[in-house]
Structure formats: structure tokens, C-alpha cells
């Protein structure tokens, strides 16, 4: 527990400035964080970090996070998307040449991570770019859930959300945590608010939201069991690995550009 304080601890003190700073200071987090989080699917999967897949792959969830900006002003006749595709390309004609080595399964998890991580860090992206508040709005979802279900979940949990992904999640916290994170989030948006609709509007959609970012941690469980790994990654002593801290943000920020908010 101790190290799990100081590795957070750590982490704010480096990450919230960061947010603050905004810019191209935000593009350089998105970028390493995804990068990173691809890296562990790749070992998850066995794959070579120093390898022509996770060049192509690396290079693909870059142009995936990038500003849709970026692209408006350097390439005047292909949209970004098109480039992911020759990186996809890329990936299919790597199974012809690998011997065997890297197959057509591989490329789909592969190009699979590359749109749910690169997706997810781009949004967060553009997030930053609409405001300071409507990044926090969608951060301070995702951390008073995820308190939220802990506490009260070891408090009162008697039920089991997901044994067969992950054992220590129940119902009573998921509600617990989903209703703390309404509750205090809204409280905030009425503060601090972001975007046209009203406040019940966005009591309802908080409550959406946090739904969503459960499931994203559910998501990242599921591909953890598959796999037979504790923990995505080792780079957040206590923590895990980025996937790990992440993945409820992953799903919880394309949905809120869905609604409009970013």
C-alpha cells in the first residue's frame, strides 16, 4: 500500500502540471502513454518490442492520437484515417514475409490495439484542447468511480460483478462507485460547467459515463485474463502498468466526444 501512495503520489505531482500546461506538452504525454500501452499488448502478446510489427504499429497509433489538426495542415489529399489504413496494409503484408513468425491474428490484435489505445489518447487530446475543465470533468469520472467502487466495495460488497475477469469487483461497489462519481462529478460540472446542456442532462449522462468507464476497466480485465497477466505492465511500481490506469479512460472519452462534450 505504501508504495501504491508514493507511485500516485508521484505521478500527480508529474501529470497534473502537465494538464495544466495543455499544448503541445499534452500531445507529448498522449503519445508516450500510448506508445507505452501498446508496448504492453505487444508483450502481452509475445511480440518484440525491437521488431518490424511494433515499428509499424508504433508509427500507426502515432498518426491515430495526432490532432486532427496536424494533418489539415500537412497533407492537403490524405486524411489520417487513410494513413492508419497503409499502416494496417503494412501489417498484412508483414504476415507474407515473417515466415510464419507474425500471422494474420497477430495483425488483427495489433491494429485492434492500435485504434482502442490510439482512439482513446487522441480524445484525450482534444479533450485538453476544448478545456482544462472538460479533460478534468472526464479524469475526476474515472478516479471517484474507480475510489468509490474500492471503498465501498470492501465495505459492503457481497456480490460479484465479473468473477470469471475479475473476482474482486461487485455490485455494490459498481453502483456505490457510480453513484459517488454522479453525485460529486455533477456537483462540479455545476461549478465549472462545459458544453450546452442542462444540469439534469448532465446528471444523467455522468452517471452514463461512469458506467462506460467501468466497462472499460472490464475490457482491460478480460484482455489481462486472456493472457493469464496480473498486471499490464510494471512501469507504475503498485499499480501496474499504463493499461492499467488508463483503461476506464480509453472508453470513457470517445463516448463523451459522442455526446458532443469534446
Same mark, same amino acid.
Given at each position: 500500500?505504501?508504495?501504491?501512495?508514493?507511485?500516485?503520489?508521484?505521478?500527480?505531482?508529474? +501529470?497534473?502540471?502537465?494538464?495544466? #500546461?495543455?499544448? !503541445?506538452?499534452?500531445?507529448?504525454?498522449?503519445? *508516450? =502513454?500510448?506508445? /507505452?500501452? %501498446?508496448?504492453?499488448?505487444?508483450?502481452?502478446?509475445?511480440?518484440?518490442?525491437?521488431?518490424?510489427?511494433?515499428?509499424?504499429?508504433?508509427?500507426?497509433?502515432l498518426v491515430v492520437i495526432?490532432?486532427?489538426?496536424?494533418?489539415?495542415?500537412?497533407?492537403?489529399?490524405?486524411?489520417?484515417?487513410?494513413?492508419?489504413?497503409?499502416?494496417?496494409?503494412?501489417?498484412?503484408?508483414?504476415?507474407?514475409?515473417?515466415?510464419?513468425?507474425?500471422?494474420?491474428?497477430?495483425a488483427g490484435v495489433i491494429?485492434?490495439?492500435?485504434?482502442?489505445?490510439?482512439?482513446? +489518447?487522441?480524445?484525450?487530446?482534444? #479533450?485538453?484542447? !476544448?478545456?482544462?475543465?472538460?479533460?478534468?470533468? *472526464? =479524469?475526476?469520472? /474515472?478516479? %471517484?468511480?474507480?475510489?468509490?467502487?474500492?471503498?465501498?466495495?470492501?465495505?459492503?460488497?457481497?456480490?460479484?460483478?465479473?468473477?470469471?475477469?475479475?473476482?474482486?469487483?461487485?455490485?455494490?461497489?459498481?453502483?456505490?462507485?457510480?453513484?459517488?462519481?454522479?453525485?460529486?462529478?455533477?456537483?462540479?460540472?455545476?461549478?465549472?460547467?462545459?458544453?450546452?446542456?442542462?444540469?439534469?442532462?448532465?446528471?444523467?449522462?455522468?452517471?452514463?459515463?461512469?458506467?462506460?468507464?467501468?466497462?472499460?476497466?472490464?475490457?482491460?480485465?478480460?484482455?489481462?485474463?486472456?493472457?493469464?497477466?496480473?498486471?499490464?505492465?510494471?512501469?507504475?511500481?503498485?499499480?501496474?502498468?499504463?493499461?492499467?490506469?488508463?483503461?476506464?479512460? %480509453?472508453?470513457?472519452?470517445?463516448?463523451?466526444?459522442?455526446?458532443?462534450?469534446?
Amino acid at each position: 500500500m505504501k508504495q501504491r501512495v508514493i507511485t500516485a503520489i508521484v505521478a500527480l505531482v508529474i +501529470f497534473i502540471p502537465i494538464i495544466i #500546461a495543455g499544448g !503541445v506538452w499534452v500531445d507529448i504525454a498522449a503519445f *508516450a =502513454l500510448g506508445l /507505452v500501452a %501498446l508496448s504492453e499488448v505487444l508483450i502481452m502478446r509475445k511480440k518484440l518490442l525491437i521488431s518490424p510489427e511494433a515499428i509499424i504499429s508504433g508509427l500507426g497509433i502515432l498518426v491515430v492520437i495526432a490532432p486532427t489538426t496536424w494533418f489539415n495542415h500537412l497533407l492537403h489529399y490524405l486524411t489520417s484515417w487513410y494513413l492508419v489504413y497503409l499502416f494496417v496494409l503494412l501489417l498484412l503484408v508483414r504476415t507474407v514475409f515473417s515466415r510464419n513468425r507474425f500471422s494474420f491474428d497477430d495483425a488483427g490484435v495489433i491494429t485492434l490495439s492500435m485504434l482502442y489505445i490510439g482512439i482513446g +489518447f487522441h480524445f484525450f487530446v482534444a #479533450a485538453r484542447a !476544448v478545456s482544462l475543465v472538460t479533460l478534468l470533468y *472526464a =479524469l475526476f469520472i /474515472v478516479w %471517484l468511480t474507480d475510489s468509490g467502487a474500492y471503498m465501498i466495495g470492501r465495505k459492503l460488497g457481497r456480490h460479484k460483478l465479473a468473477p470469471h475477469i475479475s473476482p474482486n469487483k461487485t455490485w455494490e461497489g459498481s453502483i456505490g462507485g457510480t453513484l459517488v462519481a454522479t453525485i460529486l462529478v455533477s456537483i462540479f460540472w455545476y461549478f465549472f460547467p462545459t458544453g450546452d446542456y442542462s444540469l439534469i442532462t448532465m446528471v444523467g449522462l455522468t452517471l452514463i459515463f461512469s458506467i462506460v468507464g467501468q466497462l472499460g476497466d472490464l475490457v482491460e480485465s478480460a484482455l489481462k485474463r486472456y493472457y493469464g497477466v496480473k498486471d499490464s505492465g510494471k512501469i507504475l511500481p503498485g499499480h501496474g502498468g499504463i493499461l492499467d490506469r488508463f483503461d476506464s479512460l %480509453l472508453l470513457v472519452l470517445p463516448v463523451i466526444h459522442l455526446f458532443g462534450l469534446i
